[in-house]
């Protein structure tokens, strides 16, 4: 009851439907979002969209359907994402239920349930994540909050990390040939030869021998 009595006490503002605000909305409480806003959202509490949003939405807890959004969500808590909704921007949250339509990254510690409706290209990071039937997910998927340490199960061998290291790139052939021809030869040098003393000849032209 004392749950009860603290979430009825917390103040609500209403954007009823067909009101267009531009600009940024800051709010200690809860909102409830029917219309359009052009601008920023950020509440302590909880916010509640049925409506469309251009700009970011920082809450406590998010939920929204029958929405179109776009801009980055972050959420202390959990968001929802419910049928005929469309997000396009990342979302970050402790837990993230899902049933609408998301083309962005998400980020969400604890854990994610995809429903069957759900379409998201997305790369995820989650510490667990639920796929029903029917889902479709476009992206990586990333269990890197999770408390499992892939490297005790699944050692790694000297051929994987082999495999893992980047090759230095090879030259191509026609590169190798071209620096070949470029390349100037080595012309030989013609050797020394020293020639002998000459014989020394009288005035006749007679070696002195004769």
Known sequence: ???????????????????????????EGRLEMYGVVNGD??????????GDITGNIKAYDFYAK????TGQIECAQGATVRE?????????????????????KIDVR?????????????????KTIQVNNG???????????????LGEIFPVTEEIKEAKEPKAPQEPEE????????????VARPKVVKKA??????QQGKSNEA
């Open 135 to 149: 889902a479709a997910i476009n992206g990586h998927c990333s269990l890197c909050y999770a408390d499992t340490n």
């Open 1 to 27: 009851m004392d749950n009860l009595a603290e979430t009825n006490s917390v103040e609500t503002a209403i954007i009823p439907k067909g009101t267009v605000i531009n600009g940024n909305i800051t709010i």
């Open 110 to 126: 604890e854990n994610i349930t995809v429903g069957e409706k759900a379409i998201m290209d997305s790369d995820i990071k989650a």
């Open 41 to 50: 959202i950020l509440s302590d509490s909880r916010v509640d969209v049925s």
């Open 84 to 104: 005929n909704t469309i997000i396009l921007g990342d979302i970050k949250a402790e837990n993230l239920v899902i049933d609408g339509a998301i083309q962005g």
């Open 175 to 186: 590169d190798k040939q071209l620096k070949a021809a470029a390349k100037p030869k080595a």
């Open 197 to 202: 003393d000459a014989e020394p000849v009288n």
């Open 66 to 69: 029958d929405s179109f959004i």
